[in-house]
């Protein structure tokens, strides 16, 4: 078992805007009723590099940034960045690309297209200089980030900002994976905190139904996409709830979170 505490969060979704405006949903009566896109413009960057990023780079660095309000030391910080595809415009636009006369590959287009590109930017926008692990895992990327996370900030004993993203994917690819919300969600993890909004007991154990959400809507966005399958943690935690959520993870294995309330 590992344990570890969930200090700050930020959200980013249609209609959610930050955490703030994400626990209010979750712990209020209203359910899930969609809406804009708030604009993603993480102020990290400086212009002309975040003219080169791209919307799932930016709804990434815009949950980090949030989930970092307040926190000093982000140079320290070491990082998980989770994505169960990573950015499929670009390589929807790359792969048109190669069956075009001359192979027309932009420099820019091929630089964002590797899986580690917004913890990249991350980086360059923090001055971090700690670890960074980029991974996916399909349906099981926020599990796979959140154990990542946990494992490294107990053993190194230090603070894990984790961050796991996704978009929709463009035409061509939406039959291979079928994510229809763009959604992103970013903790500060520490295995030891004075002041927590929750602590984590994470366990593993075999298949079984994963948590989900009474509210239609909601339970809607909670299957849109591998991200989305954070909700009924932090709707626990917006609800101030101690509870024990069932996440995905790995063929024939999930990852059981005993979430004790703070």
Same mark, same amino acid.
């Given at each position: 078992?590992?344990?570890?505490?969930?200090?700050?969060?930020?959200?980013?979704?249609?209609?959610?805007?930050?955490?703030?405006?994400?626990?209010?949903?979750?712990?209020?009566?209203?359910? @899930? !009723?969609?809406?804009?896109?708030?604009?993603?413009?993480?102020?990290? %960057?400086?212009? /002309?590099?975040?003219?080169?990023?791209?919307?799932?780079?930016?709804?990434?660095?815009?949950?980090?940034?949030?989930?970092?309000?307040?926190?000093t030391?982000?140079?320290?910080?070491?990082?998980?960045?989770?994505?169960?595809?990573?950015? %499929?415009?670009?390589?929807?636009?790359?792969?048109?690309?190669?069956?075009?006369?001359?192979?027309?590959?932009?420099?820019?287009?091929?630089?964002?297209?590797?899986? /580690?590109?917004?913890a990249? @930017?991350?980086?360059?926008?923090?001055?971090?200089?700690?670890?960074?692990?980029?991974?996916?895992?399909?349906?099981?990327?926020?599990?796979?980030?959140?154990?990542?996370?946990?494992? !490294?900030?107990?053993?190194?004993?230090?603070?894990?900002?984790?961050?796991?993203?996704?978009?929709?994917?463009?035409?061509?690819?939406?039959?291979?994976?079928?994510?229809?919300?763009?959604?992103?969600v970013?903790? %500060?993890?520490?295995?030891?905190?004075?002041?927590?909004?929750?602590?984590? /007991?994470?366990?593993?154990?075999?298949?079984g139904?994963?948590?989900?959400?009474?509210?239609?809507?909601?339970?809607?966005?909670?299957?849109?996409?591998?991200?989305?399958?954070?909700?009924?943690?932090?709707?626990?935690?917006?609800?101030?709830?101690?509870?024990?959520?069932?996440?995905?993870?790995?063929?024939?294995?999930?990852?059981?979170?005993?979430?004790?309330a703070?």
């Amino acid at each position: 078992m590992i344990t570890l505490s969930v200090e700050k969060i930020g959200v980013v979704a249609q209609g959610i805007n930050n955490w703030q405006e994400a626990s209010a949903l979750l712990q209020g009566e209203a359910d @899930y !009723q969609g809406g804009e896109l708030p604009p993603l413009k993480p102020s990290m %960057l400086k212009p /002309n590099e975040r003219r080169r990023t791209t919307r799932t780079i930016k709804i990434a660095l815009q949950a980090a940034e949030e989930a970092l309000q307040g926190f000093t030391g982000s140079e320290r910080l070491a990082s998980v960045f989770s994505s169960s595809e990573g950015d %499929l415009d670009i390589i929807d636009q790359i792969c048109l690309a190669l069956t075009e006369e001359g192979r027309p590959v932009s420099p820019t287009q091929f630089h964002n297209s590797v899986h /580690n590109a917004p913890a990249g @930017y991350w980086s360059i926008g923090a001055g971090a200089r700690q670890g960074s692990s980029s991974l996916g895992g399909l349906n099981g990327s926020f599990a796979a980030g959140l154990m990542e996370a946990a494992v !490294q900030s107990v053993v190194e004993q230090i603070p894990v900002l984790l961050v796991c993203y996704d978009q929709p994917p463009p035409e061509l690819l939406k039959s291979f994976m079928p994510i229809s919300e763009p959604f992103a969600v970013a903790m %500060l993890l520490n295995g030891e905190s004075d002041s927590p909004l929750a602590r984590l /007991n994470l366990n593993t154990r075999p298949d079984g139904s994963e948590s989900q959400l009474s509210k239609p809507a909601l339970e809607k966005l909670r299957q849109s996409a591998p991200s989305t399958r954070s909700l009924p943690m932090l709707q626990a935690i917006a609800r101030h709830q101690s509870a024990e959520i069932t996440l995905p993870y790995l063929p024939g294995l999930n990852l059981q979170v005993e979430l004790q309330a703070c």
